[in-house]
């Protein structure tokens, strides 16, 4: 059952359009991954999704029911929903008053505020931080109050924006731990909001891919991962390489792609004509100095155009009657003492291509 | 420089000796001023919050306004109290004229303005997000204006104090409406306004003294509070 | 903290305004010149006493004290300005004007006369101040009872009011009571016209001396008005009664007689117990 719900749903600041036409359905108990670069409108899909806005177009369905516009039933839907903010902010008192504040506003009772209390900073790890001022944390323990504060009114539904953008790794990895930790144990419908695609690979069980105010793909997050729709999810997913072809032959499950004059070997079901891309990762390219005589199906010779260091990885772009760019370790392009110009060969299997038609 | 140090002896002096008429008019000055503070603040903590949390229009033009009657001019103020609470003006019936509850009233036209004004101003300084974020975790519209009152909470007490400071030495009102009467209606400021005018600067410097030691104390205390 | 500072200011004020008085109040303007000379001070805590009311004297000029009379904000006044005086009580404002105590207005300068007019009639005097020209007047500018008389030696000696106004530097508005214009003129070194009661109380503080003294015109009577009823159903009528009566009684009207004498060598003030004086 779909627990939010929105048809058309357009916003607007000023006169500019920020979303448009966003059609989503958020299942009961599933971890959705917003993904999509800076910008993009994740969080203002998500303040529209706790309804704390009111969108300029379209409707937002809570539980089945209608909660676009009556303030009465979105107080009562938003209730049931809680919302974490980037940088969320606390109250200037204790990390157990920030925490027990929701609470107390509801007029529960003291014996089971603290009860609830202490066993959601349990959850997050801060109970050792309950009577510090929660001003005085630092950003990821401010994030953990806030889940804390977020989780104490036990909502149907978690929404969280980017909650690991300002931290440093180990602050993310103590997060995402205690986030997959709450995953597991409540039956809670998470909504997440992130620009880190491999985070929402990680937690998510859904992910919808938003660019410039639209959502361009929805899917799990090996579809989103390896079959993006266009050229935009493409590129934002990590899929650098989208050869244009056409399918010259095929054989019992696996066709050969056409791509300016070299045959690319792929798993697909795309018939013979059919005008299709070409889809792999930069990471399944392996590059070797002398033929390889592997089980890749897929093997091309080529000259090493560019190389860029990206983090612990070489970007290479290397030419091969058709650009191919591979990712590969620092380590391993030691080894080969990889340089611009020099002769590659590179190959990958035919599992590793992706095939999808063309968009233009 | 002999009439300084005149008056500072005698300052200290009155102070030591507890001289009970300045015991009176001290006690008298601190009392006028604290009641009509605490009017003032009583209402306009919710009536700041009231504006500053609602949208309508003509808003700002309204928190223009009691910015503008900040400073207003106090003798201006006692001249319209006086004329509404004489007993031949439309309040006459009240028979308050010349007495300290007329002098209250006075100081809460006064002050009112100044303590709303900077209360909206403080309201305006906390980060729209304390209340979203209060709100998104179910507070109702009072809760959430309650939380950011309290976010608020030495700013607040600041602009009270700064309300009290002005209303403790402003001399314009008190006199034109309360009338410097000598044991009914006399303050500090109303009686070193006649000891000046009588010619007696030794006791004038002297309780004009004491007004700035009270002034110091406000100030060193506003001081404290700024730094939390 | 706030609350414990709501709890304060009432206490206080509770202590020190008590806002519905225990006692009845009676409001008093009056001349200045009464209240500087002391003898109001004088005089209250005996009323008080005797009649169980509390006094609220208002320091005031005859001017405003009319105009309080008037508004009915104060019950009685007692002022020094007979022509004024007689038209408040035609007006219906006041019920009857009871001369209580008088003296005689000085003009006061320093001690070496630079303009050369002592022991001359105050009409004499005042035409030698606006030939000479230079030499400070200060005038009370009030319109006070003095202020009254000031204009009306002018205008027996034939002068425009208006003209002296613009006279020139040499004439000075001060705007204040009786003791503050006193000391105004001393701080000039210049004249001014004073009744003789606050005079004396501030020769110690001023550096003046009488230079012109004789002179019918120089007459200075005290009166007291009640409040009419009639026209201000607020005013105690009867408290007011007992104010003049108490003003007029034989006892308080030997007391005034005698106020001064101790201290300044001579009484600032005779009675004259509700009857015109004698020029």
Redesign the interface.
């Known amino acids: 059952m779909a627990v939010i719900e929105t048809f058309n749903l357009g916003q607007e600041y000023g006169g500019r359009c920020v979303l448009r036409d966003v059609n989503l359905k958020i299942q009961r108990g599933e971890v959705f991954a917003l993904i999509g670069p800076t910008g993009a409108g994740k969080t203002t899909l998500l303040r529209l999704l706790d309804l704390l806005e009111m969108p300029a177009s379209g409707k937002v369905y809570f539980g089945g029911i209608d909660v676009t516009s009556s303030r009465h039933e979105r107080l009562e839907a938003r209730r049931r929903m809680s919302f974490v903010q980037q940088k969320p902010v606390v109250f200037t008192m204790s990390v157990y008053d920030n925490v027990a504040c929701g609470l107390r506003w509801r007029k529960e009772k003291h014996e089971v505020i603290r009860q609830k209390v202490d066993d959601v900073l349990e959850i997050v790890a801060m109970s050792d931080c309950r009577d510090r001022n929660a001003k005085t944390l630092s950003g990821g323990e401010t994030q953990r109050v806030a889940i804390a504060r977020a989780l104490t009114t036990q909502p149907e539904v978690l929404l969280l924006d980017e909650l690991t953008a300002n931290l440093d790794p180990v602050s993310i990895s103590k997060i995402e731990e205690v986030l997959a930790h709450i995953i597991g144990e409540q039956k809670i419908t998470v909504v997440m909001a992130t620009h880190d695609m491999s985070q929402g690979q990680r937690l998510a069980g859904r992910i919808g891919v938003i660019m410039d105010g639209e959502i361009l793909q929805v899917g799990s997050p090996n579809e989103v991962f390896t079959l993006p729709k266009n050229r935009e999810v493409a590129e934002f997913v990590g899929v650098e390489n989208i050869l244009a072809g056409v399918v010259a032959e095929k054989e019992s499950g696996l066709v050969t792609i056409d791509v300016n004059g070299s045959g690319i070997e792929a798993i697909s079901d795309y018939e013979v004509g059919e005008r299709v891309y070409a889809l792999i990762r930069p990471e399944e390219i392996t590059l070797t100095l002398s033929k390889d005589i592997s089980s890749a199906r897929n093997a091309f010779p080529g000259k090493i155009v560019k190389m860029a260091l990206v983090g612990q990885l070489i970007r290479i772009e290397v030419d091969c009657g058709f650009p191919l760019l591979v990712l590969v370790t620092k380590r391993s392009a030691e080894e080969l003492n990889l340089t611009p110009g020099k002769l590659v060969h590179a190959s990958f299997k035919a599992s590793a291509v992706r095939t999808i038609k063309r968009w233009h | 420089m002999d009439e300084l140090w005149q008056g500072l002896v005698k300052a200290a002096q009155l102070i030591v000796s507890f001289d009970p008429e300045v015991v009176e008019i001290t006690r008298r000055s601190l009392a006028i001023s604290a009641t009509s503070c605490s009017i003032v603040t009583l209402i306009s903590i919710p009536l700041g919050s009231l504006i500053h949390f609602s949208r309508f229009p003509g808003k700002r033009g309204l928190v223009s306004v009691i910015q503008t009657l900040f400073s207003l001019p106090t003798v201006a103020v006692g001249l319209l109290v006086f004329v509404l609470f004489s007993r031949a003006g439309p309040l006459g019936e009240l028979d308050i004229i010349f007495t300290p509850a007329v002098m209250v009233i006075g100081q809460v036209i006064l002050v009112m303005p100044l303590i709303l004004g900077l209360i909206i101003s403080t309201l305006r300084g906390v980060d729209k997000a304390i209340s979203e974020t209060a709100i998104s975790l179910g507070a109702s519209r009072l809760q959430a204006a309650v939380i950011t009152l309290k976010e608020a909470r030495y700013a607040v007490v600041t602009a009270v104090i700064m309300g009290f400071g002005r209303a403790l030495s402003e001399v314009g009102l008190a006199l034109m409406v309360g009338g410097n009467i000598k044991g009914f209606t006399r303050t500090l400021t109303t009686a070193i306004s006649l000891e000046t005018s009588k010619g007696d600067i030794e006791l004038a410097l002297a309780l004009g003294i004491i007004l700035l030691l009270i002034a110091l104390v406000i100030n060193i205390t506003l001081n404290r509070l700024q730094q939390r | ?2 609350s414990g ?2 709890a ?3 206490g ?2 509770a ?3 008590a ?1 519905l008085p225990p006692r009845e ?1 009676l ?1 008093v303007a009056t001349t200045t010149s009464l209240y ?1 000379t002391g003898l109001w001070g004088y005089l209250e805590p005996m009323f008080e006493e005797e009649y169980g009311v ?1 006094l ?4 005031a000029g005859t001017g405003i004290a009319l105009e309080y009379g ?4 104060v019950d009685v006044i007692t002022v020094h300005s007979k022509s004024r005086e007689e038209q408040y009580v035609a007006g219906g404002y006041g019920v009857e004007r009871v001369p209580f105590a008088y003296n005689y207005f000085l003009l006061v300068g320093p001690e070496n006369d630079p303009a050369g007019i002592k022991g001359m009639l105050p009409e004499e005097a005042f035409k030698r101040l606006v030939d000479t020209g230079t030499v400070s007047f200060v005038s009370r500018g009030d319109d006070s009872g003095t202020h009254g008389k000031e204009k009306a030696i002018w205008k027996s000696a034939g002068y425009d009011y208006e003209t002296i106004q613009n006279a020139g530097g040499w004439y000075i508005e001060a705007g ?2 009786m ?2 214009t006193l ?1 105004m003129a001393s701080e000039k070194q210049g004249y001014t016209l004073a009744d003789m009661g606050t005079f004396l109380s ?1 020769k110690g ?1 001023v550096d003046l001396v009488p230079i012109v003294e004789e002179g019918g015109i120089l007459l200075n009577v005290y009166s007291v008005i009640a409040g009419n009823p009639e026209i ?1 159903p ?1 005013v105690n009528y009867e408290m007011t009664s007992n104010l003049v009566s108490f003003l007029t009684s034989p006892e308080i009207q030997r007391l005034i007689g005698g106020y001064g004498t101790e201290e300044y060598g001579m009484s600032l003030f005779s009675p004259c117990a509700g009857a015109e004086p004698e020029s």
């Open positions: 903290m706030l500072l709501v304060g200011a009432i206080c004020t202590q020190a305004t806002p109040r409001h500087d509390e609220d004297i208002l320091y008037r508004r009915g904000d204040r009571g003791g503050p000391l501030y503080k201000n607020k």
